[in-house]
């Protein structure tokens, strides 16, 4: 009896075809370059005799978005814009009206709509730059070590400021308002003056926004298992020096939102996430919050302390109502119904700072201290809705992608990204975030998530060939 053939079969994957790069530039770090130029460029005003440069070093970073346009234009031909595109877009085409209103200043808001332009432009090329997880990780890395430095920066500056916070510094801020770093620094624990840390910024204070982007990405993905002890002491370090320069910053409305975001970081951690992962955020968020409000304190002294304890006594809501909620609270009882289809185009901001007429006794510049008064200024109502629409889409997309995609890797970087992208929307709150590099880092990551989530492709098992038990048919014998 002939022993029975077997039928073998090979299963063929499906071709994919990848997105070609560019025989020009390739992958040659055009996205690196960027990041680091938008953090670490302001650093330069730190140089002697750079202040009177300052109204050009504080606008490169923000064209450097409108000079990648032509490198990556065709890498975006064949791909869908980005959540939130076409509401930008829309809120663009309103702000460029505004032009027309009455009381606009005309120089101002013709910067200001460039200005706008810059900050969101990398929502169009962002997705031609990232065309892996692999690249995402890379540029959340670069982002750390960014702000990282401007978080050590800051940390050195309250605690040596004769070394690291320069004598020309914010010297063009002081002609304006000769009491201005009265006005920003405090008694330390040894009766030194310290100056609320500007980091690698001419800005007292900026250094806490550098403090929040540590602190999130720092502990997210210190949360890998999969990473090297070195890199996550590296990213725990940036994390502990970012809270600490929120602390010595007094930015209390910061301070919520970090702890608000470091709770959402352990929560959508857990989901879809190793065992390591899910205790991680949970266990390490509150030391590092601990131990750097002690350190702080141990620099800052009596002024850390009773800031921030006063939020436990008299509850976080109640102290930022006392706080920063006088400026929501203002802007939605009184600004509200005096401009509801807008101020007028460059009447706030560094637009108004730099191009304006601080004469003009007929439509004199406008404050805002928070996000929303500056878009109810740009053009009402209909700019929340399309600004804030725009927002909301960019973190439904984030969740998604967190929540969705059959790609693991991509799936928790997307919710760093997505927790990121929650504490930079709910700092609107706290201050003008989005008229920032904050605003371009939220819109950089949009893009460069979706960019991931379109290019990425599950890898699939080999497949072996495939046995069939059925006999064969008989062959005839001779």
Known sequence: MQPRSLNVTTARLPHVSLPRRSAIF???????????????LPGVMFLPGTQAFRTVLRTLPYLSCALLVPVYHSRVKTLKLAPGSHLIAAALLLLALELLHPESAFTAGLAQCVFQLCIVLPLYWGAGMVQSPARLQRLLWLVLLANGISAVLGFLQALYPHIFLPPQFAESILRVNPNYLEQMSYVGASGQTIVRPPGLNDTAGSAALAGLFTAILGLGLASDPAMKRWKRLVALGCAFAGITDIYLAQVRSLFLVLVVTVALLALVRHYRAPIFSRKWIAIAGPILICTSYFVAVQIGGASISERFLGIGQEGAYSSYQQNRGIFVDYTMRELLWQYPLGAGVGR??????????????????????????????????????????????????????????PDTNLANLAKIIFVLQLALAGACFGGPVFNTSGGIVFWVLTSALYGASRFSRVPRRRTLPRISLRPAPATPRS
């Open 348 to 405: 706030w901001g560094l637009m108004n700072a730099y191009f304006g007429e601080a004469d003009n006794r007929i439509h004199p510049p406008l404050w805002a201290e928070i996000q929303i008064t500056g878009w109810l200024y740009d053009g009402g109502i209909l700019m929340w809705l399309l600004y804030g629409g725009a927002i909301m889409a960019a973190l439904i997309f984030a969740y998604r992608v967190a929540a969705r995609h």
């Open 26 to 40: 390739g992958d040659v770090g055009w996205m690196e370059v960027f990041v680091f130029c938008q953090f670490l």
